[in-house]
């Protein structure tokens, strides 16, 4: 018997991106304004003071890039599509941009002749801004998923013949309570909220979950159109990429804090895995303390959600914490489940190595019981679509350091022995793996300070540079496959 494979040797891995936050030339060819571009430029305070203009200007500078990826030796590259660039106004009835598309028709092939594996996303986070102008976005349930449905479609008529492993959103939590129309915190574009300070307009008690549905809508007609009318031919897989971290009880002895933390599993990754991967209503949790203010799903929703059966489950998962229970009611804008989330548990032990960003600490096993659980409760085929940190003090980097960068090395070491034991030892069914982020890029409200990249990149020069932890992935990939056997390892060979 061949000793336990802790990757198997068709193990899909990569490096992953998102448009926004890499492309920049965001007057060009065409594309319209999205409400990244808004919120970075008239609200230069919230994103410290940077924008996607230039960026890593790789729009320009893509064929490097995919050098850089083939020299790595990823087999896959999961990229963003920019919808501003396919359809500038963004609506149903509004003109396709062909230099938009001509884009991304000139990288995908430049992966496929690189022999690199095209995974799209449709959305990461830039809502084409006229649609927030016409009607609020993503606040707008019903016009909101026809627009959606509608750049899916031209997406898949248009690439679908070489793309072949489709994400439909990428984090729709982050997009709730973050994003667009900021709708809790107000921390992401386009920063409406009604408990910061920097916001004068929305209603946090209610904002963020209609975006919520809007989403879950949005993805259950782009997933039942591809099912529908390309899957037959295409043969493509589609899915979605889910962030939520795993979540331990504080006290471990208090049954309270227990229910604390799985009730935070559940408002972070049940609110839309219930509807989507089981075309079920949200955990009872949260209609328990969140009541009417969660939009409830009609008979003709189920209905499409049952349409909308998915390849696999995208995980992107950056770190975890431990929950405490509150003995007072919920607050109307609490959004966590009425708990306390703490980097610390009851006998002062940390989840885990502080990184270079204050939320992210290094929690391998949290991680292999998060693939656990979400495989066992969800039933997917689960594709780590992100996972990644900045290194300690790396903003504070010259390039001669922060190239030297063992503690990004040690996390993704110890992740993949994550991956490897949930595998293995728990039977969850994990078959890719997508390292955050191929380069350096704008991250998002934190502007160019905290890297996430294998690359490090200047952001006077532009230039690139790979990091150790780039140069040593594909070794580490292939140490965990090597004991892998195929299937013609096992018969005779001829003569025997
Ligand atoms: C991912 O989101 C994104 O998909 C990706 O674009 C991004 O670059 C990557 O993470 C790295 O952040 O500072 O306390 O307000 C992961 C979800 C959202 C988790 C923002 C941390 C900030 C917490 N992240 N959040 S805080």
Avoid at 74 to 87: M, V
Avoid at 217 to 243: D, E
């Amino acid at each position: 018997m061949a000793p336990p494979t802790p990757l198997p040797a068709d193990f899909e891995w990569g490096f992953a991106t998102a448009a926004y936050q890499i492309e920049g030339a965001v007057d060009e060819d065409g594309r319209g304004k999205s409400i990244w571009d808004t919120f970075c430029h008239l609200e230069p305070t919230r994103t410290k003071g940077a924008s996607g203009d230039i960026a890593c200007d790789h729009y320009h500078r893509y064929e490097e890039d995919l050098d850089l990826l083939s020299r790595y030796g990823g087999k896959a590259y999961r990229f963003s599509i920019s919808w501003s660039r396919i359809i500038p106004l963004g609506g149903r009835n509004d003109p396709v941009n062909e230099a938009g598309i001509a884009f991304y028709d000139r990288l995908i092939d430049a992966l496929l002749a690189r022999g690199i594996v095209p995974w799209a996303t449709l959305y990461h986070w830039d809502l084409p801004q006229k649609l927030h102008d016409r009607y609020g976005g993503w606040l707008d349930v019903e016009e909101s998923q026809l627009d959606f449905e509608r750049f899916a479609k031209i997406c898949y008529e248009r690439f679908g013949d070489r793309v072949k492993n489709w994400i439909t959103l990428n984090e729709p939590w982050i997009v709730s309570i973050f994003q667009d129309k900021g709708y809790a915190t107000g921390g992401n574009a386009p920063g409406r909220s009604s408990i910061n300070p920097q916001s004068s307009e929305g209603n946090t008690a209610t904002e963020p979950w209609t975006v919520g549905k809007a989403l879950i809508m949005s993805h259950a007609r782009a997933v039942a159109l591809y099912n529908k009318k390309f899957r037959g031919t295409q043969k493509g897989r589609i899915g979605i990429s889910l962030n939520g971290d795993f979540y331990e009880p504080w006290d471990s002895e208090d049954e309270r804090d227990k229910m604390a933390a799985e009730r935070r599993m559940e408002f972070h990754i049940g609110w839309f895995a219930n509807p989507i991967c089981l075309a079920q209503d949200y955990p009872i949790c949260m209609r328990e303390q969140l009541g009417d203010r969660l939009p409830a799903f009609t008979e003709a929703d189920f209905a499409l959600l049952r349409e909308a059966k998915m390849d696999f489950y995208g995980m992107n998962y950056y770190t975890s914490q431990f929950a405490r229970h509150r003995d007072e009611p919920a607050s109307e804008t609490d959004f966590l489940g009425n708990l306390i989330e703490l980097q610390e548990n009851k006998q002062g032990v940390p989840v885990g190595e502080p990184s270079g960003v204050h939320w992210l600490r290094s929690t391998p096993d949290l991680f292999r019981k998060h693939l656990t659980r979400v495989y066992r409760k969800y039933g997917l085929p689960i594709y780590v679509t992100e996972n990644g940190c900045p290194c300690p003090e790396e903003d504070k980097m010259t390039r001669t350091e922060a190239v030297e960068d063992t503690y990004r090395i040690r996390y993704f070491q110890d992740h993949l022995d994550a991956v490897g034991l949930s595998r293995t030892e728990d039977g969850s069914d994990i078959k890719g793996y997508f390292a955050w982020s191929l380069m350096d890029n704008l991250e998002w409200s934190d502007g160019y300070g905290v890297r996430f990249g294998v690359t490090f990149t200047d952001y006077k020069t532009l230039e690139r540079t790979p990091k150790k932890s780039a140069l040593l992935l594909k070794g580490m990939f292939e140490d965990r496959m090597k004991q892998s056997v195929s299937p013609e390892t096992h018969l005779p060979s001829e003569g025997f």
